[in-house]
Each structure stands twice: as C-alpha cells, then as structure tokens.
Nanobody
Framework: QVQLVESGGGSVQAGGSLRLSCAAS????????LAWFRQIPGKEREGVAR????????SYADSVKGRFTISQDKAKNTVYLQMNNLKPEDTALYYC???????????????????WGQGNQVTVSS
C-alpha cells in the first residue's frame, strides 16, 4: 500500500547541485518519518538525512551538513533532498525510506524502515 517513487538522480561535476524527490502514496505525510539513505557497492548503507513530517524536525549525517537539505511539501505528499556543492565522495545509490512512527525517526536504523524507494544513482565527477 505504501509506495515511494524517487526521481531526480543523475550525473554532475563536483560543485554542482541536484534535487532528489520522493513522492509518497498510500499514506499522507503528517506524523511519520521519511529519510534518505545512500549506498556505495560493498559498503554499509549510510543514513544521509531524515525528517519528522508534520513537526519538520530534521537530522543530517556529519558528512553532508551545510550542503544537503531535506524538506517536505505536504500538499504534494513529497519529500525532497536538495544537494548542493556535491563532491565525488557523494557518488552513491540514493534511497528514500519510510517509518510510520515519528518518535522513532531520529534513532531508527536502516533495518527499521519499512518501505523503500527504488533507488536513484547520483554520480559526481571531479
């Protein structure tokens, strides 16, 4: 029932920007948790950013603070990840993910998220 559809990935040069979108269906954004993760082949999936919908509380990985911004558009039932000043180290497959209980949002691990988008490749060249 809950589905997440991602868009906005692509290839950019270092210093460029991309915006990823995660359009949700099967539920209305309001009191839950949506997050962005990324994964490099052979490495553990890394939490990038997360947002408590409704309240709007956010958290970020140290590696992206000041460069990435997670936001929500309740009318469009969509969460975004604005990525600025991209670095080659940001190259990865990016996923959005859903957790239904807002109070667990900031502490949940990747294994706790119940629904995932299909993944969008972001490639940053130097």
């Amino acid at each position: 029932q809950v589905q997440l559809v991602e868009s906005g990935g692509g290839s950019v040069q270092a210093g460029g920007s991309l915006r990823l979108s995660c359009a949700a269906s099967g539920f209305n954004i309001g009191n839950d948790c949506l997050a962005w993760f990324r994964q490099i082949p052979g490495k553990e999936r890394e939490g990038v950013a997360r947002i408590v919908t409704g309240a709007g509380s956010t958290s970020y990985a140290d590696s992206v603070k000041g460069r990435f911004t997670i936001s929500q558009d309740k009318a469009k039932n969509t969460v975004y990840l604005q990525m600025n000043n991209l670095k080659p180290e940001d190259t990865a497959l990016y996923y959005c993910a859903f957790h239904p209980i807002s109070r667990y949002c900031l502490s949940a691990t990747s294994r706790d998220f119940l629904r995932w988008g299909q993944g969008n490749q972001v490639t940053v060249s130097s």
